[in-house]
T-cell receptor, first 116, second 113 residues
Framework: DQQVKQNSPSLSVQEGRISILNCDYTNSMFDYFLWYKKYPAEGPTFLIS?????DKNEDGRFTVFLNKSAKHLSLHIVPSQPGDSAVYFC???????????????FGQGTILTVHP | NAGVMQNPRHLVRRRGQEARLRCSPV?????VYWYRQLPEEGLKFMVY????????ESGMPKERFSAEFPKEGPSILRIQQVVRGDSAAYFC???????????FGDGTRLSIL
């Protein structure tokens, strides 16, 4: 039961262009979404998050868009840099109490490669 | 990585032995989470603890696995009588409270011979 899905296993982008990573979810109880970046042999690093009461959140080169009706979120990186090459995970959790409070559900990840 | 310390980084065990994985959260963080990542997959939630309490263990296998976060000292994930299928990367994360982003350690890579 994959409640958070990243349907693109990999994405290749030229340096300076925009990278768009996509994520779909099925559980309408998810209320808070996060993107993490992961290098090999390291743990995930938090990038940016968005609450379900918003449709956009921006932090420097990173912007996350949320479309609640479509149960879809995306991460835009612009301009892309070679150092952005990593695995990107989207994650979701309930943010309104209950037993699932705090628990993150992750997608499978998308490998981003930014070519110089 | 964001102050969460996990040790050991690599752990090799033979089938039937016990594995103990340790996690020291970021200073000031009282919420600890354990996740497991199998090859080619995303991270799967295992257990969520607050000091001395298990809040949510819905992702923990019912047998052989246990976790604790004592009042003093690191959180421990314990796997008894390990089997080959336990081979994975185990990540610990911590947060100041359940509504804040979780910060991850660099993981323990467990290999079962």
């Amino acid at each position: 039961d994959q409640q958070v899905k990243q349907n693109s296993p990999s994405l290749s982008v030229q340096e300076g262009r925009i990278s768009i990573l996509n994520c779909d979810y099925t559980n309408s109880m998810f209320d808070y979404f996060l993107w993490y970046k992961k290098y090999p042999a390291e743990g995930p690093t938090f990038l940016i998050s968005i609450s379900s009461i918003k449709d956009k959140n921006e932090d420097g080169r990173f912007t996350v868009f949320l479309n609640k009706s479509a149960k879809h979120l995306s991460l835009h990186i612009v301009p892309s840099q070679p150092g952005d090459s990593a695995v990107y995970f989207c994650a979701a959790h309930f943010n309104a109490g209950g037993t699932s409070y705090g628990k993150l559900t992750f997608g499978q990840g998308t490998i981003l490669t930014v070519h110089p | 990585n964001a102050g969460v310390m996990q040790n050991p980084r690599h752990l090799v065990r033979r089938r039937g032995q016990e594995a103990r994985l340790r996690c020291s959260p970021v200073k000031g963080h009282s919420h600890v989470y354990w996740y497991r990542q199998l090859p080619e997959e995303g991270l799967k939630f295992m257990v969520y603890l607050q000091k001395e309490n298990i809040i949510d263990e819905s992702g923990m296998p019912k047998e052989r696995f246990s976790a604790e976060f004592p009042k003093e000292g690191p959180s421990i994930l314990r796997i008894q009588q390990v089997v080959r299928g336990d081979s994975a990367a185990y990540f610990c994360a911590s947060s100041r409270d359940a509504a804040q982003p979780q910060h991850f350690g660099d993981g323990t890579r467990l290999s079962i011979l």
